[in-house]
């Protein structure tokens, strides 16, 4: 993902990391005796994929919202009624299967959203006791009434935020819209992954019923703000995007990653790239919900780092990176495949601030990468496009690392 693609290439794996990667004859003249050799004939050996956006405890409700929904608000009705039924409480209570269905797309790197403490525990690595896949925890904060971080927990203030960032360096918070999260929540959640470090995630311009709202302070949101008992009566509609209001609480910087980003115009671009701010498009979730298209184009022309991201089972038809990506491939025009490809690898990555780790096979990265089955016939003019349909396919398995199979 960060050089030209190397013919007859080798990747040199110990103790589950990265030693080297080169041409293969090279590599094997100077490799320890006793070294096990795995041969990928006719394949592409690639980095695990990179998914910055889901969320993996709403994996119960796979299959239960038909699509294509007429609008958010029939989506989340439909959301709402779900989970108060008997499947949702009964999948909540298996946390490892959503995980695993990660390893089944070849996904290596995952930002999860989940909406409370505790956080799902992560699957153990049987070998080295490390979470496989890789997950990014993001603990979502909302409240459209709430006005501190100390309001999600109660009396324990900021206490369980601070302990599961130490026993955790893969945890960081997020706030969900903002149409459903205060500015002031907004601000404090962004302070506090900045003071440590870590990314920040939030839902934006995600679909018309949210820049209703922030335009006139009107529409669905403020019904159902009043509907939850969650309106607050002193706030004012700022009468601007979605990008400008977040960008006047100083919430955009190169930590911060907005997801969806469908409803952006020109002056909203050039904010999030002024600001290094990462967009995550999830195309088969706006498709499904309401039909929304993100202009990629746009935000690819500016140098915004972009990726894909799934969003979750009950607004997508599964959780492959490879699937979103031939998905934009077929319905959104000026895309090339070479950047998809770093979308739901290097980028993905980057933006979770795992790139020294993940999303491209260079020393010290995971050594848990894909061997992607190529025809002997294609030229590498073709080369990412091939790998895309063959991953979608399926015709790929991980590399190095049996026992994620």
């Known amino acids: 993902m960060t050089s030209p693609p190397l013919e007859d290439g080798g990747v ?3 103790g589950g990391r990265i030693l080297a990667v080169g041409p293969f004859g090279k590599l094997r003249k100077n490799t320890p005796r006793g070294t096990l050799i795995m041969e990928h004939p006719s394949a592409a050996l690639m980095p695990g994929l990179v998914n910055p956006h889901t969320h993996l405890e709403l994996s119960p409700l796979a299959g239960k919202i038909p699509f294509p929904r007429q609008g958010f608000p029939s989506w989340l009705q439909a959301l709402f009624a779900l989970k108060r039924e008997k499947c ?3 999948g909540k209570q298996n946390q490892e299967a959503p995980q695993r269905e990660l390893l089944k797309t070849g996904t290596g790197l995952a930002g999860d959203v989940c909406n409370e403490l505790p956080c799902p525990q992560k699957i153990p690595d049987p070998s080295t006791d490390v979470p496989v896949p890789l997950v990014h925890t993001f603990c979502e904060v909302l409240g459209f009434n709430r006005q501190g971080l ?3 927990t109660g009396p324990k203030g900021m206490a369980p935020f601070e302990e599961e960032a130490l ?4 945890f960081s918070l997020g ?4 149409y459903s999260t205060s500015p002031a929540l907004i601000r ?3 302070e506090w992954c900045h003071r440590l470090h870590r990314p920040f995630t939030i839902h934006c311009a995600e679909h018309p019923e949210e820049m209703e709202f922030l335009l006139h ?3 669905f949101c403020r019904r159902l703000l009043e509907d939850l008992g969650r309106w607050n009566s002193r706030w004012k509609p700022p009468g601007c995007s979605p990008v400008s209001y977040l960008h006047g609480l100083g919430v955009l910087d190169e930590r911060t990653i907005l997801v969806h980003a469908v409803h952006l115009d020109e002056d909203d671009w050039q904010k999030v790239s002024s600001t290094r701010s990462n967009v ?4 088969r979730s706006n498709a499904n919900i309401h039909g929304g298209r993100p202009h990629m184009a746009r935000a690819l022309s500016r140098n915004i780092t972009c990726a894909l991201g799934t969003d979750s089972l009950a607004s997508n038809d599964d959780l492959s990176p490879f699937s979103e990506a031939v998905h934009v491939l077929e319905n959104h025009e000026g895309i090339e495949a070479q950047s998809l490809l770093r979308m739901i690898t290097l980028n993905g990555a980057a933006m979770l601030q795992r790139a020294h780790e993940a999303g491209s096979l260079r020393k010290g990265a995971s050594g848990a990468f894909l061997a992607v089955t190529i025809p002997e016939t294609t030229h590498s003019s073709h080369l990412a496009e091939t790998i895309l349909y063959q991953g979608q396919k399926g015709a790929w398995q991980w590399a190095c690392t049996p026992r994620a199979n």
């Open 188 to 190: 404090q959640a962004k």
């Open 175 to 178: 706030a969900h819209a903002v």
């Open 150 to 152: 100390e309001d999600e």
């Open 167 to 170: 026993k955790d360096d893969f």
């Open 280 to 283: 995550c498009f999830c195309p």
């Open 217 to 219: 302070g009107t529409g």
């Open 12 to 14: 040199l794996v110990s």
């Open 88 to 90: 949702w409480q009964e």
